[in-house]
């Protein structure tokens, strides 16, 4: 990727946002190069590259003005001697607090290096928690930072890759920006592992060489299927990042000539209707794999996702995931939360489950503030933000996604803080559980509770998600049983 020049960045922001005035965005361009004149990255290039580098992401992920703005001055209060005053001034109130969210905090007084991370990830989650776009800049900044990693010394290099895999990318995953998830992964992979990155490289490729006339076959039968139906489509064929096969095959302790990995393509529409008509033409034409189709659209992911996946298997008995989904969903898929911020114009209109998982993030972000110790916040916002979730209902049907390993307690305290509080047992398909049982997908969980009945200290020991952990702290705390 080159980095975007002036004109560049603002004729490419000009195509999805036309009627908007561009004029901050040339300032803020020159304003940065000027502030950072003298700087230069590890890289020897001159430091004005990172901040452009770090825009042009943001105008990729078709970001709005003041984001962009933010993009090119994130690293001038920390590193040069333009003062909050001076920015406010000369850019106004919302770029400056956009550029506050990314800019560490000064003069840490912590001893250990992971409390000195954890406040900074906290603060960086208090003014996300205020403007979600905060963390898009961060995640911008991130990316450039780790496709400049080679240039660092090896411990710093460790460090900061470690930091990038156990949080970042989960963090990319969360907010549903798949892309960019991937790219950070492969990029820590290919620096903390490089031999396994090496060598899975050059397997990968020699099987997608082998497969790609299956594949190109199977496409063209999926075509002559899906082509006397009058549905809208296109098929798109799906690549998989290093890093997630390598998971898998950590997972499971397979070598790579061992991982089931099946051939992958997607199929997009224009609307949900359309999903389920071309998933029934899918079906009719190829034998689906039992217990193989998953109803995303109806219950989307917690990090927006939505998607039908089935397999099917293909004329020459080849497995093939499908994943069926509009172009809505497509560009969710890809971008996540960034997707909010395009510019609408009248075919999109308002997602409200966007809004809605918006709340929820904030929600989360909040219950993370409560969380006191820096070892307990960062414990809380690793399991919060792995990958794996399992989703539960409540005895009326309703569903509640949860972390793997949550168990009836976290399920109550998502259900409503008092029922968390006056929790006393649980039921999981009609049969009494421990309160730390490890609850599954599917299950119907029903709580008891108790009317007087208060949290047990205990309870800290087993549950899993920061909701629970912080309501349980904060009725300890006030009652003066825990410090
Ligand atoms: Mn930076």
Redesign the pocket.
């Given at each position: 990727m080159t980095p975007l020049g002036k004109e560049q960045l603002i004729t490419q922001f000009a195509a999805y946002a036309p009627h908007v005035d561009t004029a901050i965005l040339g300032k803020a361009y020159d304003f940065s190069v000027r502030a950072h004149a003298d700087q230069e990255r590890a890289s020897g290039e001159v430091y004005f590259v990172?901040?452009q580098s770090?825009a042009t992401s943001l105008v990729e992920w078709k970001m709005d003005l003041p984001t962009i703005c933010a993009g090119l001055l994130?690293?001038t209060l920390e590193d040069t001697p333009v003062t909050q005053e001076i920015m406010r001034a000369e850019f106004g109130e919302e770029i400056t607090r956009l550029v506050l969210g990314v800019t560490k905090l000064e003069r840490l007084e912590y001893s250990s290096r992971d409390d000195v991370q954890a406040e900074n990830w906290r603060k960086m989650l208090l003014a996300t928690a205020q403007d979600i776009r905060v963390i898009v800049i961060k995640l911008a900044?991130r990316l450039?930072?780790m496709r400049t990693l080679g240039y660092l010394p090896e411990e710093k290099r460790q460090r900061i890759a470690h930091e990038t895999i156990a949080l970042y990318a989960p963090l990319a995953h969360r907010l549903g920006m798949f892309q960019l998830k991937s790219q950070l992964e492969d990029l820590a992979f290919k620096h903390l592992w490089p031999k396994e990155f090496a060598d899975l490289e050059t397997k990968v490729n020699a099987m997608l060489a082998a497969r790609e006339a299956t594949l190109k076959e199977f496409k063209e039968s999926l075509e002559r299927a899906l082509a006397d139906s009058e549905f809208t489509h296109r098929i798109l064929s799906r690549t998989k990042s290093l890093y997630s096969i390598y998971g898998k095959m950590q997972r499971q302790n397979k070598p790579f000539e061992e991982i089931q990995d099946g051939l992958g393509v997607r199929i997009i529409t224009d609307t949900i209707s359309n999903c389920y008509a071309l998933l029934g033409i899918v079906h009719t034409q190829f034998k689906p794999v039992a217990g193989s189709f998953t109803d995303y659209i109806s219950i989307p992911k917690m990090n927006l996702y939505q998607s039908l996946h089935t397999t099917v298997m293909g004329p020459g008995g080849e497995l093939v995931e499908i994943q069926i989904r509009t172009d809505e969903m497509h560009r969710t898929a890809e971008y996540g939360i960034a997707a909010h911020w395009r510019y609408k114009t009248a075919e999109h209109a308002k997602d409200a489950h966007l809004e809605e998982k918006l709340n929820w993030l904030r929600q989360w972000i909040e219950w993370l503030q409560d969380l006191k110790s820096p070892r307990e916040f960062l414990d809380s916002l690793k399991t919060d933000l792995e990958l794996n979730q399992v989703f539960v209902f409540t005895p009326a049907g309703e569903v509640k996604p949860l972390p793997a390993g949550a168990t009836p307690l976290d399920f109550a305290f998502a259900v409503h803080t008092d029922i968390g509080y006056s929790c006393v047992g649980a039921q999981v398909n009609n049969k009494m559980v421990r309160l730390d049982y490890q609850l599954k997908s599917g299950d119907i969980c029903k709580i008891i509770t108790k009317r007087g009945s208060l949290p047990k200290k205990d309870w800290l020991m087993f549950v899993k998600t920061a909701r629970a952990r912080s309501k349980i702290r904060h009725y300890l705390r006030e009652k003066g049983i825990v410090a």
């Open positions: 990172h901040c770090v994130h690293d900044d450039h930072n």
